[in-house]
C-alpha cells in the first residue's frame, strides 16, 4: 500500500532542500516528487521561431530567405 504526504517549501538559491518528516512517516525507501509552476512559458509561436532564428544567424547561416515574401508581420508566425 502506497500513502501520500504533501508539504510546502521554498527553493532556495543554492537549490538544496532540507525536509524533516512526521514521525509517523516509517523508515525505508520512498519516492519525492518535486511539483512547480513554470515562471514564464512561451505561448507566442512567432516569438520562439524568431529565437530559434537569431540562433541561427549567430552562428553564420544565413538566414534571410525565411525572411523572403512575407506580406506582413501577422504571416510571419505562419510561414517558414
Keep these: ?18 525536509l524533516q518528516l512526521p514521525d509517523t512517516i516509517p ?22 521561431l524568431k529565437e530559434f532564428l537569431n540562433k541561427y544567424q549567430a552562428s553564420g547561416i544565413d538566414t534571410s530567405i525565411f525572411e523572403e515574401n512575407r506580406k506582413s508581420d501577422a504571416d510571419r508566425d505562419f510561414r517558414l
Design 1 to 18: 500500500m502506497q500513502a501520500y504526504y504533501e508539504i510546502e517549501a521554498e527553493i532556495p538559491s543554492d537549490h538544496s532542500l532540507h
Design 27 to 48: 523508515t525505508g525507501k520512498a519516492k519525492i516528487a518535486i511539483i512547480y509552476e513554470l515562471t514564464q512559458m512561451k505561448t507566442d509561436a512567432g516569438l520562439a
